[in-house]
T-cell receptor, first 115, second 111 residues
Framework: KAGVTQTPRYLIKTRGQQVTLSCSPISGHRSVSWYQQTPGQGLQFLFEYFSETQRNKGNFPGRFSGRQFSNSRSEMNVSTLELGDSALYLC??????????????FGPGTRLTVL | EDQVTQSPEALRLQEGESSSLNCSYTVSGLRGLFWYRQDPGKGPEFLFTLYSAGEEKEKERLKATLTKKESFLHITAPKPEDSATYLCAVQAWTGRRALTFGSGTRLQVQP
């Protein structure tokens, strides 16, 4: 079974630009969550999508947004990039329902560097 | 607010020297506690889910246990390939369904 795929793997942007990251979940998984990982803050939850609807949102500014398509693929967008947005962005694909409910399987991440 | 604290921050072991990593948590109704392994520059790799106090799970040299306040990841006779950062996360029944992660334990196993 193929794992979670994320594209691109690496991105370099400058302040003020915007960026779109893509995630394809494990086949059959309908939940996609996004996390930001930095050395100082660790792994922090951005948002979760389930069946094309945002089900949960973390404490990030509105510059961070996302969406999910009917095939469960998800994108996240960051507008007006700031230096502090440099991080590893991780997508997690999850089951939902009866146990093992919502075990989340992570992709390799997209390393975003903002100059 | 859900909180997860992992200790120690870093641990250096000799090959074959068994030890335990600790994950203390506070959560408003535990739905699940998760252990992940993360290698540098890669996404976390799922290891275990524990649902209730007293539960134990094993995989090769790793064994995870759960009480009402903490979880332990026991590493028996570790090998250099076990070197990684081990992350603990909790999910609550109420509120957001997101995982709340600890800051991790960096494990180095020397030959």
């Amino acid at each position: 079974k193929a794992g979670v795929t994320q594209t691109p793997r690496y991105l370099i942007k400058t302040r003020g630009q915007q960026v779109t990251l893509s995630c394809s979940p494990i086949s059959g998984h309908r939940s996609v969550s996004w996390y930001q990982q930095t050395p100082g803050q660790g792994l922090q939850f951005l948002f979760e999508y389930f069946s094309e609807t945002q089900r949960n949102k973390g404490n990030f500014p509105g510059r961070f947004s996302g969406r999910q398509f009917s095939n469960s693929r998800s994108e996240m967008n960051v507008s007006t990039l700031e230096l502090g947005d440099s991080a590893l962005y991780l997508c997690a694909s999850g089951t939902s329902g009866v146990r093992p409910y919502n075990e989340q399987f992570f992709g390799p991440g997209t390393r975003l560097t903002v100059l | 607010e859900d909180q997860v604290t992992q200790s120690p921050e870093a641990l250096r072991l000799q090959e074959g020297e068994s030890s335990s990593l600790n994950c203390s948590y506070t959560v408003s109704g535990l739905r699940g506690l998760f252990w992940y392994r993360q290698d540098p520059g890669k996404g976390p790799e799922f290891l275990f889910t524990l649902y209730s106090a007293g539960e134990e799970k094993e995989k090769e040299r790793l064994k995870a246990t759960l009480t009402k306040k903490e979880s332990f990841l026991h590493i028996t006779a570790p090998k250099p390939e076990d070197s990684a950062t081990y992350l603990c996360a909790v999910q609550a029944w109420t509120g957001r369904r997101a995982l709340t992660f600890g800051s991790g334990t960096r494990l180095q196993v020397q030959p």
